[in-house]
């Protein structure tokens, strides 16, 4: 079974700056099958990122996805005040536990 | 975006069964996954169904009391939670196979 590790846990950032959000899995898992979602408190989790580097359609581009292997990264390039929210990475299904994007 | 219609808010006591509906008018697919989000963790796979042949996946966690079904006639997908336990409560969510259509969630809460 595949384990999905993000990090950090909470990025505490300031409206305007960069963020740089990373999931590490615990082997190495098809591009293909490697998706970002974000949810807002109280919201339902909205698809932003598929196969890994896609913005799905209405994502603004300020949000793009990288990575191969076993390492993705989201970048929000810079971020606007609706940006704060819980960022997930997934993998087949699997999610990874999150990471808070909270204003600083 | 919030595109597949759920069945409301269900409160029920230990032991009890629930049954969740979700319907997604007018969009195609050929797999419903569910989701479940306990209060204030995260997001956890439950499985899916392959709504052509009815037949159900479950992840490790959620083999036993957990059912998904699917009804061709009205197109809508159901989970059924068997045995209800206080640590069932939590948001269940129901998303297309392509995870880009989710429903609005629906709180089961089990309490005495």
């Known amino acids: 079974e595949i384990v999905l590790t993000q990090s950090p846990g909470t990025l505490s950032l300031s409206p305007g700056e960069r963020a740089t959000l990373s999931c590490r899995a615990s082997q190495s898992v098809s591009s293909r099958y490697l998706a970002w979602f974000q949810q807002k408190l109280g919201q339902t989790p909205r698809l932003l990122i598929y196969?890994?580097?896609n913005r799905a359609p209405g994502i603004p581009d300020r949000f793009s996805g990288s990575g191969s292997g076993t390492d993705f990264t989201l970048t929000i390039r810079r971020l606007e005040p609706e940006d704060f929210a819980v960022y997930y990475c997934q993998q087949s299904g699997t999610f990874g536990r999150g990471t808070k994007v909270e204003i600083k | 975006q919030v595109q597949l219609v759920q069945s409301g808010s269900e409160l029920k006591k230990p032991g009890a069964s629930v049954k969740v509906s979700c319907k997604a008018p007018g969009y195609t697919y050929t797999a419903m996954n569910w989701v479940r989000q306990a209060p204030g963790q995260g997001l956890e796979w439950m499985g899916w169904?392959?709504?052509?042949?009815?037949?159900?996946t479950y992840t490790q966690d959620f083999t036993g009391r957990f059912v998904f079904s699917f009804d061709t006639s009205v197109s809508t997908a159901y989970l059924q939670i068997n045995g209800l336990k206080a640590e069932d409560t939590a948001v269940y969510y129901c998303a297309r196979d392509r995870w880009d259509l989710w429903g609005q969630g629906t709180l089961v809460t089990v309490s005495s």
């Open positions: 169904i392959d709504t052509n042949t009815g037949n159900p």
């Open positions: 196969a890994a580097s």
